[in-house]
């Protein structure tokens, strides 16, 4: 079983405290492919994690931002390794994830970052286009979550599981037209709770992290369409400006690593300060 803050002595690789070491640890992250989760990986890889990506992409190139991070994982004595897999896909999930807790021994965490963003306006929504953005952002969340709990409970192995929220989950936003993705990521953090509240007695924590605004592809395509958001978006937080990617990394090591060892059902909300006029 993983090890406990008592008894870790050995350093952070970071030399920070040593409750926030990875050192070993094995974490899925899925959506790594790409954006926020690739980022949130490569800080998983700088505190000692060994990192297994499920994404949709196709396989990294040698010259994609993937294979720059398997470089640097190669450099700290450690990898990160590309899992192509539907994330609304159960069975591949299941199999996938079955055949990484065999070969590791163990599945210490999760990021569920894999999502997908959709701008319709409500009266012209589909069913079908409802049901996709559901079934990426809240059933391939569960699922993901499910098949790493599997490993974690067979194996009697406790762990630390991080789902991706957003803001956009308690508020509503003007000019944004996306009732599903907001609806999606309302659920979860509902989905979050009460993961956490079945699975804590076998020592699994779950826990939300909910972004502001970031610039990765997801929103590059969202200024593109509509340019008068590159002025609002920043103006509609505290701190007057977008994030990026890099100011997740440290939230995420902090969510799965020991440092966090009594914090489960919670929502951690990262928005710059979000507020109304
Ligand atoms: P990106 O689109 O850059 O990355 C998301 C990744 O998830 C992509 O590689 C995508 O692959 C993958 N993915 C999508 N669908 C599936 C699927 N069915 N199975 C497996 N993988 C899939 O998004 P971001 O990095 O911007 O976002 C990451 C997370 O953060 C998302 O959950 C998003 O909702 C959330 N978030 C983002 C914010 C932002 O401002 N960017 C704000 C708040 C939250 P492919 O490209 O092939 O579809």
Redesign the pocket.
């Known amino acids: 079983s993983s090890v406990g803050l008592q008894e870790q002595t050995s350093p952070s690789p970071t030399g920070l405290l040593p409750e926030f070491s990875l050192k070993d640890k094995v974490i899925v992250v899925?959506?790594g492919?790409?954006?926020?989760?690739l980022t949130q990986a490569e800080g998983l890889l700088e505190a000692g994690a060994i990192v297994h990506v499920?994404?949709?992409?196709p396989e990294p190139t040698p010259d994609s931002d993937f294979a720059r991070v398997q470089n640097r994982a190669k450099s700290l004595g450690t990898s990160i390794t590309y899992h192509r897999?539907?994330?609304?896909d159960q069975a591949a999930l299941n199999d996938i994830v079955g055949a990484i807790a065999d070969k590791e021994g163990h599945i210490d965490g999760l990021i569920a970052?894999?999502?997908?963003?959709q701008e319709t306006p409500a009266l012209e929504y589909t069913a079908e286009d409802a049901d996709k953005m559901l079934g990426?952002?809240v059933t391939?969340v569960f699922m993901t979550a499910q098949a790493v709990a599997r490993q974690m409970i067979k194996r009697k192995h406790k762990g630390s599981m991080v789902l991706?929220g957003?803001?956009?989950g308690t508020v509503a936003n003007r000019g944004l037209i996306c009732p599903a993705y907001n609806a999606s990521?309302a659920a979860v953090l509902q989905l979050g709770r009460n993961l956490a509240a079945e699975w804590g007695e076998h020592g699994i924590r779950v826990n939300t992290l909910s972004?502001?605004?970031?610039v990765?592809?997801?929103?590059a395509g969202l200024f593109e369409a509509f340019p008068e958001r590159k002025t609002a978006w920043p103006d509609a937080n505290m701190l007057k400006r977008l994030s990026y990617?890099e100011e997740y990394r440290g939230a995420a090591v902090f969510l799965l690593s020991d440092a966090s060892s009594f914090m489960t059902g919670a929502d951690l909300r990262i928005d710059g300060g979000h507020c109304a006029w």
């Not at 970052?113 to 963003?117: D, E, L, P, T, Y």
């Not at 990765?216 to 929103?219: H, P």
């Open positions: 899925s959506g492919g790409r954006g926020v989760g499920l994404d949709l992409l897999v539907d994330v609304r970052a894999a999502g997908i963003q990426v952002n391939g991706i957003s803001m956009s990521k972004p502001g605004y970031i990765t592809a997801m929103t990617p």
